[in-house]
């Protein structure tokens, strides 16, 4: 069969998917959908973004507070696990466990011809419309079949087409494996409704509307016939109970407004919505791209050692393409497996995890230009405000708000899963996405209205829970270095701690963050007062004498799994930006020392964890080993539909590799535009365009032998602008319609400094 037209934007297998983790997704943000491409009994497993189990309640503990106080003596004493085992008996909250998010069901298709002899099969997922499609030959039919989700019209559209007339046959059933009956509708539809067996449960519908040309339907039971069309379209609307929608009344009015349209008309609208965020980045690595091979193929050559910068840039492009798919205004942020699962009790119940993977979901939403994407995450951080400020005050009797290691969608801020679970870091992690957001846009109305009050409130919490140490430092306590463990000198393994070095980062980059916006939105100059005066009494980060390693804890611990999975103290290396290779050389060391150590024990042995390693080497200006480390992901931790394993499948590895590629290749977190600061050798010739830095500044590279060539900057905010090129290039003028501007020169031509106008595009000039 011919390659793809857009070989390098698809993903393309020469037969179908038999396990789910190989099938191609689909989402609007909302609804998603994983297509299998089977041929005799195609299976599309659907999902609605707000089915989960659970409803909302009170989850924080009013005893917990009590404890606090003797938590810290016995922590402060040495005690740390007779802390824990306190911690553990009060602190945590009620319930002290999370509910899952669940699958919706399955639309399954049936084919009733009886030739099943099929022949010249392909399926693939075009990233650039955002269709899964699937083709092949049986007798002397060919049939295809087209996917695809609907954001403006907030349907799953289905079309089974043939090239010859009359030759559609096919059985349509929904089907759940619990707490849900499949029902015939109005014509030509059928109804999955149900509730979660929880009494106070969500209410949950999917409304099938099959729409044939010629031919015949009827029903079967609770199943749907259609013999001898032409061609059959088949539109999936589904609803929950969240938020108050009456399910039944979402469900008729979308599939209301789609059947007012053809396919071609829904299909048109889809691809100009989806490519209107896809389309705003561009990237080209070089090099060797074997396109004409199907994607499993090209990963099993991969993983044989071959470079294949082409599925580099796709597995880039995926990443995008899944949070387009996954995270769209109005909606919920994507979770543990973005939208798609097929289970009922899924790993992790396919929650909010909070010390570190919903926050890696986001690393790239801005930098590759997909801000609108972000605001899901915004706007459930702002949701869990409220929530969070009663957790504050009944379990640390602080003001603010706090949220620990993991949540849902109903607002769940209180310690769980244990007394790892007593890490009230959440709120500040997440409240640096506020800021994030900020500096890549510069909207001072969101920073103002919305930004900085979750920021400075989450600051208020921070600023009563520290607390004095031993060592005369503030420090966070109880604490620990999430999911690790540390062993005493007296060899007593523990957790449970006080001033874990990642707590202190955090902070750093929260009070940061704060005091530069105070300063920005004129506010708050007391309060701005006391976050600097705290920063100066934080417990400082420390290199151990020994090693010359970043310390993960107060003390110099030894670790029983060096090679554990978290590298949490480098936190102020990515995504915060405390250590940087010029600002703080010896902490950037240390923190590379750091990840030496970790990686010779095994770590980046998850795919979540291997990404969070391209995204360090990345910052560290190393290229070789970045990309080392991006083919590790590819080759070791990647399925055949490109989705991460952690195992099993998460899908932070995927936004956090493409997280990656994009900090190779432009980085702008040390107050400067940085280009190509970590290009490795392969990608020698390429280029890219769309990418975005802090500032509001949209970059366009090319590069050949390693070397920017064709540059240019779009500016949307006036003001000083600071550009980095690659040690050996220098920008010798920057031009803006062809007229020469002012610069300053530093570091030999390396480094430029100029005053650009708002919504202009300058361009540089370079020499050796």
């Known amino acids: 069969m011919s390659k793809p037209a857009a070989p390098s934007l698809s993903l393309w297998y020469r037969q179908q998917a038999e396990a789910w983790i190989e099938a191609l997704p689909v989402g609007n943000g909302r609804q998603g959908a994983m297509v299998f491409g089977r041929t005799d009994d195609e299976r599309i497993q659907l999902n609605e973004n707000t089915l989960w189990e659970g409803h909302p309640q009170e989850n924080a503990n009013p005893e917990a507070a009590k404890y606090v106080a003797e938590v810290r003596r016995l922590l402060f004493a040495g005690k740390n696990e007779e802390a824990a085992a306190l911690a553990a008996a009060h602190m945590m909250g009620v319930p002290s466990k999370l509910t899952p998010y669940q699958s919706l069901g399955d639309l399954t298709i049936t084919r009733l011809d009886c030739d099943h002899s099929v022949t010249d099969y392909r399926r693939d997922l075009d990233l650039?419309?955002?269709?899964?499609?699937?083709?092949?030959?049986?007798?002397?039919?060919?049939?295809?079949?087209?996917?695809?989700?609907?954001?403006?019209?907030?349907?799953?559209?289905?079309?089974?087409?043939?090239?010859?007339?009359?030759?559609?046959?096919?059985?349509?059933?929904?089907?759940?494996?619990?707490?849900?009956?499949?029902?015939?509708?109005?014509?030509?539809?059928?109804?999955?409704?149900?509730?979660?067996?929880?009494?106070?449960?969500?209410?949950?519908?999917?409304?099938?509307?099959?729409?044939?040309?010629?031919?015949?339907?009827?029903?079967?039971?609770?199943?749907?016939?259609?013999?001898?069309?032409?061609?059959?379209?088949?539109?999936?609307?589904?609803?929950?109970?969240?938020?108050?929608?009456?399910?039944?009344?979402?469900?008729?009015?979308?599939?209301?407004?789609?059947?007012?349209?053809?396919?071609?008309?829904?299909?048109?609208?889809?691809?100009?919505?989806?490519?209107?965020?896809?389309?705003?980045?561009?990237?080209?690595?070089?090099?060797?791209?074997?396109?004409?091979?199907?994607?499993?193929?090209?990963?099993?050559?991969?993983?044989?050692?071959?470079?294949?910068?082409?599925?580099?840039?796709?597995?880039?492009?995926?990443?995008?393409?899944?949070?387009?798919?996954?995270?769209?205004?109005?909606?919920?942020?994507?979770?543990?497996q973005g939208l798609w699962n097929d289970s009922m009790n899924p790993p992790w119940n396919s929650d909010y995890h909070l010390n570190i993977n919903l926050q890696m979901n986001y690393w790239h939403a801005e930098s590759t230009n997909l801000s609108e994407c972000h605001r899901p995450l915004l706007d459930y951080i702002q949701s869990l405000v409220d929530p969070g400020s009663r957790t504050a005050r009944l379990h640390y009797n602080c003001c603010g708000w706090v949220v620990h290691h993991i949540s849902d969608i109903w607002g769940f801020t209180a310690p769980a899963d244990g007394v790892l679970g007593i890490w009230p870091m959440g709120s500040g992690w997440l409240a640096q996405h506020c800021w994030e957001h900020f500096l890549f846009t510069r909207d001072s109305a969101y920073l103002q209205e919305s930004g900085y009050p979750v920021m400075r409130e989450a600051a208020r919490f921070y600023l009563d829970f520290l607390v004095s140490g031993p060592n005369g430092k503030l420090v966070t306590s109880p604490s620990h270095s999430p999911e690790n463990r540390f062993k005493t000198d007296d060899g007593v393994e523990s957790m449970f701690t006080y001033g874990a070095t990642m707590d202190l980062e955090i902070i750093h980059n929260l009070f940061t963050a704060c005091i530069e916006a105070g300063k920005l939105l004129h506010v708050d100059p007391e309060l701005c007062a006391r976050l600097k005066e705290a920063i100066d009494n934080l417990a400082p980060l420390q290199v151990a004498p020994k090693s010359g390693r970043l310390q993960e804890w107060i003390e110099d611990y030894d670790e029983p799994e060096p090679g554990h999975r978290h590298i949490s103290h480098l936190f102020a290396l990515h995504p915060g930006n405390q250590i940087t290779v010029r600002a703080a050389p010896e902490l950037a060391a240390a923190a590379q020392k750091s990840l030496e150590y970790r990686l010779a024990h095994g770590g980046g042995h998850t795919g979540w964890s291997r990404a969070w390693i391209i995204n360090f080497w990345a910052r560290l200006e190393n290229g070789r080993e970045a990309s080392k480390h991006l083919q590790y992901l590819l080759s070791e931790s990647t399925a055949s539909n490109l989705f991460d394993l952690h195992p099993p499948f998460q899908i932070d590895g995927n936004f956090g590799g493409t997280a990656g590629i994009a900090e190779m290749l432009l980085q702008s977190h040390a107050r400067e535009v940085s280009l190509l600061p970590a290009l490795p050798a392969e990608w020698g010739n390429g280029s890219v365009s769309g990418l975005r830095a802090r500032g509001g500044v949209t970059v366009r590279m090319k590069w050949r032998a390693g070397k920017l060539t064709d540059t240019s900057l779009q500016i949307a905010k006036a003001g000083a602008c600071r550009v980095r090129v690659p040690a050996g290039q220098r920008i010798t003028s920057v031009f803006l319609n062809k007229r020469l501007i002012p610069m300053q020169e530093t570091e030999g031509g390396s480094v430029v400094e100029f005053a650009p106008e708002a919504n202009r595009t300058y361009y540089l000039m370079f020499g050796d």
Do not use: W
């Open 128 to 336: 650039d419309t955002g269709i899964a499609a699937s083709r092949f030959r049986a007798g002397e039919n060919t049939y295809t079949r087209e996917v695809f989700a609907s954001y403006p019209d907030q349907v799953i559209a289905i079309r089974l087409g043939c090239d010859n007339p009359a030759q559609i046959h096919v059985r349509l059933s929904l089907q759940r494996e619990q707490d849900a009956r499949c029902e015939r509708g109005d014509k030509n539809s059928l109804l999955l409704r149900g509730q979660m067996a929880d009494p106070r449960g969500l209410h949950f519908q999917a409304l099938l509307s099959a729409i044939p040309v010629g031919g015949t339907t009827e029903y079967e039971g609770d199943t749907l016939v259609v013999r001898e069309a032409d061609s059959l379209v088949i539109l999936i609307a589904a609803g929950t109970s969240y938020r108050g929608n009456d399910p039944t009344e979402q469900c008729r009015q979308h599939i209301a407004r789609a059947c007012s349209k053809t396919f071609d008309a829904l299909r048109q609208v889809h691809i100009a919505d989806h490519q209107r965020l896809y389309r705003r980045v561009e990237l080209d690595l070089g090099g060797n791209s074997p396109d004409h091979l199907p994607t499993d193929e090209r990963l099993v050559s991969l993983q044989a050692g071959d470079q294949d910068n082409g599925l580099t840039a796709l597995f880039f492009q995926y990443g995008r393409y899944l949070l387009i798919a996954s995270s769209r205004s109005g909606g919920l942020p994507a979770n543990l």
